[in-house]
């Protein structure tokens, strides 16, 4: 059956994935990809699906609700799949409030808009609400984050998100919004903002900067190729159970210092560097502040329900993002000249 879906946040790195995924594989769909364009998001991000028949863009902002609740009446969507939001826990914690905005009064006004236009008409209707594992707080040496997990946020980005993830189960409990969740582990791939781990450290290694490592270099993250979790998001649109959350994650735990020295070995190489160049450059620098300690995520409940498991090793993974980024210096030069200068400052100038 046709489906008219509006994707937010689809200029930015996952959300670009997810539609350009979106826009291939389901032709007879119509998408509607609404974002803002802030620094994170960038239309050259889709350049290769912009002229498709099934995609249009809309620039707008989330936390508008007037303009939000137009836009659902004029185009009465059948489905919202929400990948927009702030995204990166160091921006939050020196601007809590466009955290608070976006992520947390966007998500309200989007799902007021969608009972507004959908009313009692639920029937194959659904609001899919993207978000991460950070809600779950940090972990010690051992365990796995699970959907019972208790919520235990630390940042003002994973409390903001936790927050809309709260406010997208009231709305289905109080009034039969027909939701589905998910709550991935860190992505990583082509077109993620360099404010990130691993596209920062590739730039930095590029241009001979120092890599500011935070404390020890000693906590964990679960790494997931971004194809990977737009495959989830796909599975879960289509056959997740409404009401249900899904953790998506993928079994592939990196302490920080340990998969950076493998970054440099796979830079060393491509950038035909003697071996031990690019780990010069690591610089122990003062630790983020409230840093989560370890996340992992038990994907179990996603494999046995509905059969998807990540399709890519890491190490391939990882080799096939240093591979884009260097082919896409273009993209990379265009994303950090202006305003990144001056975020780049502020952030690590003093640590
Ligand atoms: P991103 O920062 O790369 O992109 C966010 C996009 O949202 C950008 O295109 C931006 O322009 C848009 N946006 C921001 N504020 C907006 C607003 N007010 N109105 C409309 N559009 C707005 O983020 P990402 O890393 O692609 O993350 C996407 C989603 O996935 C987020 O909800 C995030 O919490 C979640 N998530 C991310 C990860 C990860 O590792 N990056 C992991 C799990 C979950
Ligand atoms: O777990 C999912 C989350 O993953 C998403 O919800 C977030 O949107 C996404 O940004 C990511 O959060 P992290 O804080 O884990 O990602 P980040 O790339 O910022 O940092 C990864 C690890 O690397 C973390 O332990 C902090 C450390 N780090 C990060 C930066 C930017 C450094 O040591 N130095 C740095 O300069």
Known sequence: MAKKIIITGGAGFIGSHVVRLFVNKYPDYEIINLDKLTYAGNLANLTDIEDKPNYRFIKGDIVDQDFIHQLFKDENPDAVIHLAAESHVDRSIESPMDFIMTNIVGTVNLLNAAKAV???????????????????????????????????????????????????????????????????????????????L???????????????VYGKGDNVRDWLWVNDH??????????GKTGETYNIGG?????????????????????????????????????????????????????????????????????????????????????????????????????
């Open 118 to 196: 959908w009313g009692d008409e639920l029937a194959d209707k659904r609001f899919y609400h993207v978000s991460t594992d950070e809600v779950y707080g940090s972990l010690g040496e051992t365990g796995l984050f699970t959907e019972e997990t208790p919520y235990d946020p630390r940042s003002p980005y994973s409390a903001s998100k936790a927050s809309s993830d709260h406010l997208v189960r009231a709305y289905y409990h109080t009034y039969n919004m027909p939701v589905v969740l998910s709550n991935c582990s860190n992505n990583y791939g082509s077109h993620q903002f360099p404010e990130k």
């Open 198 to 212: 691993i596209p920062l450290f590739i730039n930095n290694i590029k241009n001979n900067k120092p890599l500011p």
């Open 230 to 239: 737009a495959r989830a998001i796909d599975v879960i649109f289509h056959q």
């Open 251 to 351: 079994h592939n735990e990196w302490k920080n210092i340990d998969l950076i020295k493998l970054l440099c070995n796979i830079m060393d190489k491509k950038l035909n560097r003697e071996p031990g160049t690019s780990e010069k450059l690591i610089t122990y620098v003062k630790d983020r502040a409230g840093h989560d300690k370890r996340y992992a995520i038990d994907a179990t409940k996603l494999k046995n329900e509905l059969g998807w498991e990540p399709s890519l090793q890491f190490e391939e993974g990882l080799e096939k993002t240093v591979d884009w980024y260097l082919e896409n210096e273009e993209w990379l030069i265009n994303v950090t000249s202006g305003e990144y200068q001056n975020y780049y400052e502020k952030q690590y100038h003093q640590r």
